[in-house]
T-cell receptor, first 114, second 111 residues
């Protein structure tokens, strides 16, 4: 298993550009989430999904769109990049289990908006 | 999520046990307690979770008080590689689908 794969690892965007951060997992996990982490700060939840076709907003959803057309993929779209979106973005996935289950995180995408 | 309170930072000597406390006095009966850690700028790593009983795995032990208002994560023999930010999380909404991270505890293991 490759686990949770995020691409690209690094990206520089100009203000106003759009792009999609890719996230794929090969563990057949139902749950997937996107987080951002600003320098010296904790992780903040952007969007999450409990299964294909189902998404919901987290703490900081503005400026981001998600979709979940397959179990494996959960892309994050930046509609019009702003310098405030400079951050490290982490994708995570987990099984849905009655007794709980831990999330597996990707290695992150480091995004700079200039 | 149930509110959790953790110390901002802790120190531990290499080879000694590291005991990281977490208060979650508003936790409800069906809310699990999860522990994650983040080493430097890597993605967070799941450590352990529990509901009522104490739990142990290859990484750590989790001790939950009988009233479930607090818990302690124990790293039995801390190494320098255990230096990280440790997060205690008690997700709501009936499951672990929505994890909200707090500020965590910065654990520094000293040689």
């Amino acid at each position: 298993n490759a686990g949770v794969t995020q691409t690209p690892k690094f990206q520089v965007l100009k203000t106003g550009q759009s792009m999609t951060l890719q996230c794929a997992q090969d563990m057949n996990h139902e749950y997937m989430s996107w987080y951002r982490q600003d320098p010296g700060m904790g992780l903040r939840l952007i969007h999450y999904s409990v299964g294909a076709g189902i998404t919901d907003q987290g703490e900081v959803p503005n400026g981001y769109n998600v979709s979940r057309s397959t179990t494996e993929d959960f892309p994050l779209r930046l509609l019009s990049a702003a310098p405030s979106q400079t951050s490290v973005y982490f994708c995570a996935s987990s099984f849905r289990r009655t007794g709980g289950y831990g999330y597996t995180f990707g290695s992150g995408t480091r995004l700079t908006v200039v | 999520d149930a509110k959790t309170t953790q110390p901002t930072s802790m120190d531990c000597a290499e080879g000694r046990a590291a005991n990281l406390p977490c208060n979650h006095s508003t936790i409800s009966g069906n809310e699990y307690v999860y522990w994650y850690r983040q080493i430097h700028s890597q993605g967070p790593q799941y450590i352990i979770h529990g509901l009522k009983n104490n739990e142990t795995n290859e990484m750590a032990s989790l001790i939950i008080t009988e009233d479930r208002k607090s818990s302690t994560l124990i790293l039995p023999h801390a190494t320098l590689r255990d230096t990280a930010v440790y997060y205690c999380i008690a997700p709501t909404q009936g499951g672990s689908e929505k994890l909200v991270f707090g500020k965590g505890t910065k654990l520094t293991v000293n040689p």
